[in-house]
């Protein structure tokens, strides 16, 4: 019997929901019939240049994939091997770069972050300071007389 029951309180709640679909259109549908005309116009472009929005797509992919391999989450989530394994890579493309001046930017941007990110780990909030060479003859001068 419950069951029944509410087999039929969901039926109605779902002819409630049909009629107020039904009823939101018919008062907005000098807005939907303004909506469907472009959105007619781009499916029909979209069957035409199927090729090119999928070849697009793909290439938006690859580049979302690539930009985000070494993202800030990255770096935070990697190990050091990982870390010294993957500079590695960036900088063997970085000297196989060439002439190609934009990637050779780019890639040395991302070694930067790369030691930054393991000098952080080496070190942590301690900034490095090489020692103070103070020699008899004063700061920075040879010994030779």
């Known amino acids: 019997m419950k069951k029944e029951t509410q087999n039929e309180q969901g039926l109605e709640e779902v002819t409630q929901d049909k009629n107020g679909i039904v009823t939101w259109i018919k008062v907005h549908k000098k807005q939907l019939v303004g909506i469907s005309i472009p959105t007619l116009i781009l499916i029909a472009f979209g069957l035409k240049n199927k090729d090119a929005i999928k070849e697009l797509l793909d290439n938006l992919k690859e580049r979302i994939e690539k930009a985000s391999l070494y993202s800030s989450k990255w770096f935070e989530n990697a190990t ?15 000297c196989s770069s060439g002439d190609d001046f934009k ?37 920075y001068l040879p010994n030779e007389d």
């Not at 590695?88 to 493309?93: A, P, S």
């Open 103 to 139: 990637a050779a930017c780019s890639l040395q941007n991302l070694l930067g972050r790369f030691d930054k990110e393991m000098s952080i780990r080496a070190w942590g909030n301690e900034t490095p300071h090489a020692p103070s060479i103070h020699r008899e003859h004063g700061w």
């Open 80 to 94: 050091d091997a990982e870390l010294a394994t993957a500079r590695e890579k960036v900088r063997l493309d970085y």
